[in-house]
């Protein structure tokens, strides 16, 4: 059974810090791509960031751009997001998502963040 | 880049069928067929209905079909049932800096 499972959500001040983990099971996940997607409260879809197989290509939305970081450890089969100087527009839902066909075919749960003083 | 352009809500009846766009540009749904759609219920995660275009996912119902016209695309459910009431979302591939875009979101109500 293929799974994906976020953590490292939270509340965090303006300005701070906060990493993301995404842990995959049920199938290679070196073999795909991987991406993260949010959702502030009441809101859309907003796609993030996505990253090849190896880490060697990384891609990122306009709003995160300079601010987050997308990674991966294949031997840990995990997907991270980095993300720095967070603002309150960040405050969001955020899905880890398998990247296949142009299109996510598997989701997490999902993981809350919350950017508050 | 600004998000797909989609109805806010589209309302219909048990049985029958209901389309929903999504209008976007020549350097997005116009350019690439690389449309999804999704399906969201209440406090639950996305979930892929048509990838490509018009390719159903295994265990999507056949009822969901998709198609795309220049800059537009659309999902079309047939036979409507109550367990189809949830948001929709379109997502395209994107030549601009932005990669990937979503699409506003269509509350579908039965």
């Known amino acids: ?117 | 880049q600004s998000a797909l352009t989609q109805p806010a809500s589209v309302s219909g009846s048990p049985g029958q069928s209901m389309t929903v766009s999504c209008t976007g540009t020549s350097s997005d749904i116009g350019l690439y067929d690389r449309v999804s759609w999704y399906q969201q219920h209440p406090g639950k995660g996305p979930k892929l209905m048509i990838y490509e275009v018009s390719k159903r996912p295994s265990g999507v119902s056949s009822r969901f079909s998709g198609s795309k016209s220049g800059n537009t695309a659309s999902l079309t459910i047939s036979g409507l049932q109550a367990e189809d009431e949830a948001d929709y979302y379109c997502f395209s591939f994107t030549s601009t800096s932005s990669h990937y875009v979503f699409g506003t979101g269509t509350k579908v109500t039965v």
């Not at chain 1, 306009?62 to 980095?82: E, H, M, P, W």
């Not at chain 1, 309150?88 to 749960?109: K, L, P």
């Open chain 1, 1 to 117: 059974e293929v799974q994906l499972v976020e953590s490292g959500g939270g509340l965090v001040q303006p300005g701070g810090s906060l990493r993301l983990s995404c842990t995959v099971s049920g199938f290679t996940s070196s073999t795909y791509w991987m991406c993260w997607v949010r959702q502030a409260p009441g809101k859309g879809l907003e796609w993030v960031a996505n990253i090849n197989q190896d880490g060697s290509e990384k891609h990122y939305g306009d709003s995160v751009k300079g601010r987050f970081t997308i990674s991966r450890d294949n031997a840990k089969n995990s997907l991270y997001l980095q993300m720095d100087s967070l603002r309150d527009e960040d405050t969001a839902v955020y899905y880890c998502a398998r990247d296949n066909h142009w299109s996510a075919d598997q989701w997490g749960q999902g993981t809350l963040v919350t950017v508050s003083s």
